[in-house]
């Protein structure tokens, strides 16, 4: 498909003006496919229009007016995404966030945002919102749910199906709205702080709609599989934009994932890094079962593999570490990869195929952003001829700045910053401007951009200067074709106390392509060394000990911190083990330094989640929560 034969929304003003235009471009099409719900549901785009329409007029019935700001506290569901998109068309600013966040969090959000009306998922979150919710201004409070309204509720409420039945006898009022107008609040969770409302305006989102296509290039009827938070910009500009061009979205869940990929056989998937590793892993587990001498048979042929897409980097002048080859260097990595190819294609039609049909055998390209891919997932899907766009934005930028594209998907960057987009390296203590290739202070310009922290001009002066660049908060520098090159989180520097600055993320990335390495996370502030926690995979752990012959026994998953310092896990062979992985992955990672050597390290069983509260709805380790939580263990570490 040709980018001339998208559908244009340029002229559009609002995001809501969009679901006209597709019902009459895509009508019976499919738009939302939800089966794991209890009945199934789908909407095509004909119906999705519709029920928008009734769902605003209901809400301007109720009495919702132009500039109301409106929480809805769901999750995904192709209901969350007629609320969402029926409180903008009613004019409405709707507050989002998880139905499963903390009570606290959503009573702040609520007031902060100023809402004086409620969307909310079922009754069950509602009274987890009771009483306190009925100390604010309170208009109505809408159920995205069917249940039935409690005789006692003390306040006008109605269930979904109430409020579209309302909507359907009550024409829609038309609300002037343009692309200045403020049409979400998202607030970030982040790693540190008090959430900060993030304005979005409709011209932020409408950016998106316009400028995705370049990294995605969908058809109509194309499939699509989420699994992110809908209410995340991440995956809701996405959606936005595929439901914009006539595809079918499918919606999955952790649990349902491996087999909606083949029953679905989704073109496109949006995900994070965590789940582009959690699939490399199923894939190993599957490897690691195999005979010892078919699992020999596969690690050769990946290992000439992996030798032959380097060479076609380099032949490509797509080696970031030699962006610009000679003519001799090209003319010998061409050589090389004509010598490869055929071992390359047996590896193809043997191993790599299998690997495809596993995830749907009709993917396009999965997109992943976040945080940043691990050099071993970037590799392996290359391989395995599974393109993995990465992309680069922030809550702040509605998110996308920069991503990768199918035509220069150079590894280890987030790619050339998309449409109407500046990038600009600067110095974090001076804000001078670096040259090409120099490590600095990522700043961002553009349309996305957000109009500032709601209630917040202290923070907004901070975040965006007088010229209208954004200070993201991460390192990186730019190539001489402005690919960007993130190498760290300002704020997750590890300063030892020698003076070196230490960026944890690229370090944990190489550690993690350990098998015996399920997470792991850096610590080592004003001491001499680093130092890690590590959540170790058990079964490998056990595998290993097996062949080894060892007379080990592994502690429970649920065994405490107390018992596990007694444990076999720091028995003599298993601490020799992880110094050695660590050791490897850490001195073969490029840019190695000897500050970046791990001295010791602690176990603890517990991953890292969201369900624990040390991880952000988009799986990055809450690093100050981490830290508290482990003390103890940390003390241990640097104990003399």
């Known amino acids: 498909m040709t980018i001339s034969s998208y559908i244009n929304y340029r002229s559009v003003n609002s995001l809501p003006e969009i679901w006209h235009i597709a019902a009459r471009e895509f009508g019976d099409i499919i738009a939302l496919n939800a089966p794991h719900l209890k009945p199934a549901v789908s909407f095509s785009y004909s119906e999705l229009d519709q029920k928008i329409k009734h769902f605003a007029a209901g809400l301007q019935t109720l009495g919702a007016s132009a500039g109301d700001k409106i929480a809805l506290f769901a999750d995904n569901s192709p209901r969350w995404f007629i609320a969402d998109q029926g409180i903008m068309m009613a004019g409405g600013v709707d507050a989002v966030r998880s139905s499963k966040a903390e009570q606290r969090e959503l009573l702040y959000i609520y007031d902060n945002s100023d809402s004086n009306s409620l969307v909310v998922e079922d009754l069950k979150t509602f009274h987890r919102l009771s009483p306190q919710i009925k100390e604010f201004p309170l208009k109505f409070i809408i159920l995205l749910s069917d249940e039935e309204i409690p005789e006692n509720a003390g306040i006008k409420m109605l269930n979904f199906s109430q409020l579209l039945a309302l909507g359907s006898h009550h024409d829609l009022k038309k609300v002037a709205q343009d692309k200045s107008t403020l049409a979400t609040l998202i607030y970030t969770s982040g790693t540190t702080g008090k959430p900060k409302g993030v304005m979005l305006s409709h011209g932020n989102l409408l950016h998106q709609v316009n400028n995705l296509r370049k990294i995605i290039p969908c058809d109509k009827g194309d499939r699509v599989l989420s699994i992110l938070p809908s209410w995340h910009v991440y995956e809701r500009s996405t959606e936005y934009f595929l439901l914009s061009q006539g595809c079918t979205q499918y919606y999955t869940n952790l649990r349902s994932l491996k087999s909606d990929l083949k029953k679905y056989q989704p073109h496109y998937m949006v995900g994070v890094p965590r789940l582009w590793e959690s699939l490399y892993e199923g894939i190993q587990k599957q490897f690691r079962e195999q005979a010892p001498t078919k699992q020999k048979l596969i690690n050769w042929l990946f ?10 980097r380099q032949s490509r002048g ?23 190819l055929p071992l390359h294609l047996l590896g193809d039609k043997i191993v790599y195929q299998k690997v495809r049909d596993a995830v749907g055998g009709t993917v396009k390209s999965f997109v992943s952003g976040g945080g940043s891919l691990a050099k071993h997932l970037d590799d392996f899907y290359e391989v395995v001829n599974i393109p993995v766009l990465v992309g680069y934005g922030l809550t702040e930028t509605a998110p996308v700045t920069n991503a990768r594209t199918l035509e220069r998907n150079i590894s280890k960057t987030s790619g050339q910053p998309i449409a109407e987009t500046e990038i600009k390296i600067v110095n974090p203590e001076t804000r001078e401007t670096l040259p090409t290739g120099a490590q600095g202070l990522v700043l961002i310009r553009g349309a996305q951009v957000m109009q500032g922290y709601y209630k917040n001009a202290e923070a907004t002066a901070k975040a965006i200067d007088s010229e209208g660049w954004f200070d993201s908060g991460d390192l990186g520098w730019v190539t001489i074709d402005n690919d960007l090159v993130l190498t760290g989180r300002a704020k997750d520097t590890i300063v030892l106390t020698n003076g070196e600055n230490i960026e944890p993320q690229p370090i944990e990335d190489a550690c993690i392509r350990s098998s015996y390495i399920d997470q792991i996370m850096l610590v080592g502030q004003d001491q001499k060394a680093l130092g890690a926690l590590i959540v170790p995979n058990l079964e490998t752990l056990q595998q290993w000990i097996t062949e080894q012959n060892l007379e080990l026994q592994l502690p429970n998953t649920d065994a405490d911190l107390s018992s596990l310092a007694n444990s076999d896990l720091y028995s003599t062979p298993i601490q020799n083990l992880f110094r050695q992985e660590l050791t490897s992955q850490v001195q073969n990672r490029p840019g190695y330094r000897i500050d970046d050597r791990i001295t010791d390290f602690r176990f603890i069983l517990e991953p890292f989640s969201q369900d624990n509260g040390l991880m952000t709805q988009t799986f990055k380790v809450k690093r100050p929560q981490v830290r508290e939580k482990y003390q103890d263990l940390i003390n241990q570490i640097y104990a003399v």
Not at 303 to 312: D, E, G, K, T
Not at 318 to 340: G, R, V
């Open 318 to 340: 797509f080696d970031l570490d030699n962006l610009q080859p000679s003519l001799l260097e090209k003319l010998s990595a061409t050589m090389k990869t004509i010598f490869l």
């Open 303 to 312: 290992n000439l593999s992996h030798q032959y897409i380097v060479a076609r």
